[in-house]
């Protein structure tokens, strides 16, 4: 059975935290939902809210990235794909080793990941290379889809959707006329207006998906 891992870790505490954190100061990043491997790790990110050219040029500067190409431009972000000169020893080469999917990953000072391990063998594979290479992991949550909670099933979000979206419920953001804003909940939660915009646009496609598309014969 496959098993969800949540965490966070700090910029500086992996490679690519620490490229993509170098001057000129960054916007928000996301890596696109990907599988590592020996050869590709983490090739794809959404980046958002910096000067593309100051960036790209910030990004090749650093020793282990042999290059980095702009593939797309997408309201205000773009998707880069990223060749390392040489194969990061950190939690990206612990996830390729372990199979994990990375379903979502994003920084903003502090990265957080949401993973799926083929099973708890993997998991444990994982967990016994950080701690081997002494890589400093808050693990947020560990669950698999088929375990209830107090509140019935799990959504499938992210600690950081989740928080989002209860706080904008709670503050009004979804009332109309919305009663805060965006900036608000972000000042709040200690994150870019950005990341928290993606974190309830994300969050609410999850439950939207969960709650809509999994009834959808109750309206055929």
Excluded at 52 to 81: C, M
Excluded at 120 to 137: Q, R, Y
């Amino acid at each position: 059975m496959s098993v969800i891992l949540e965490f966070t870790i700090e910029t500086d505490a992996f490679e690519l935290g620490r490229v993509l954190a170098r001057p000129p100061p960054h916007g928000h990043i996301e890596l696109e939902r990907v599988i590592p491997t020996q050869s590709n790790l983490m090739p794809f990110l959404w980046v958002t809210g910096v000067d593309t050219d100051a960036f790209e040029a910030s990004v090749r500067e650093q020793p282990s990235i042999k290059t980095i190409h702009a593939l797309d431009h997408v309201e205000g972000s773009t998707l880069y794909r990223i060749e390392w000169a040489t194969r990061p020893a950190d939690i990206l080469a612990a996830l390729a080793d372990a199979d994990a999917v990375v379903l979502e990953a994003s920084g903003d000072g502090v990265w957080e990941f949401r993973v799926r391990f083929p099973d708890h063998d993997k998991l444990s594979t994982f967990h016994n290379a950080i701690i081997k290479e002494d890589i400093p992991i808050h693990i947020d949550r560990t669950y698999t889809l088929s375990e209830p909670t107090a509140t019935g099933h799990p959504l499938g979000l992210t600690t950081g959707q989740r928080e989002a979206l209860v706080l904008a419920l709670n503050w009004g953001y979804f009332a109309s006329p919305s009663e805060t804003s965006l900036d608000d909940i972000a000042d709040e939660l200690g994150i870019s207006r950005q990341a928290v915009s993606k974190r309830i646009r994300r969050g609410n496609e999850t439950v939207l998906r969960k709650t809509l598309l999994s009834s959808a014969e109750d309206f055929t």
